[in-house]
């Protein structure tokens, strides 16, 4: 049976910070962006994987994203406010500022054929693109929130 794990790594110079079963961005101020995570997903028990999509199945109750423009082939959008960008190489500049591409929206259907997922791809047979995430918290929207994301893919 296939398992995944999740790895963040560090923002500023790539190095591997570690495994993780969960994702924090911390306290952000109302109007901001949080810090950009870098993780990657790597698959265990398969030979090999394809079609690596990330859907974001709960907003914790803030706005993901009122009106998508500019959808992209992966299924980002040019705005919103929950960000995604990937890269098969880490890039220090990605991490370095608030992301520029973003869920179009939450998968409401909780399949892989959502149209609100983002295609992450691989970097080789048996992990993901390095995937980069970030927050903003408007102000109509105080207090804390959790969110959840849902990986889907393909395995031999």
């Known amino acids: 049976m296939p398992t995944l794990t999740c790895r ?8 591997f910070v570690g495994n993780i079963s969960s994702l924090s961005f911390g306290r952000i101020t109302s109007g901001t962006h949080s810090s950009v995570k870098v993780i990657d997903l790597a698959f265990i028990g398969v030979s090999s994987v394809s079609g690596v999509k990330i859907g974001l199945m709960n907003s914790g109750g803030l706005p993901v994203n009122d009106d998508p423009q500019d959808i992209a082939e992966d299924g980002s959008a040019s705005n919103g406010y929950f960000g995604i960008v990937h890269s098969v190489n880490f890039d220090p500049v990605i991490s370095a500022s608030a992301l520029t591409r973003h869920f179009a929206g939450l998968n409401t259907s909780g399949t892989a054929g959502d149209d609100k997922n983002v295609e992450i791809g691989t970097r080789d047979d048996t992990t993901s693109q390095f995937v980069y995430l970030d927050l903003e918290v408007v102000s109509s929207f105080l207090g804390s929130g959790t969110g959840l994301y849902k990986v ?3 395995f031999e």
């Open 152 to 154: 889907f893919f393909n």
């Open 8 to 15: 963040e790594y560090n923002g500023t110079n790539g190095d």
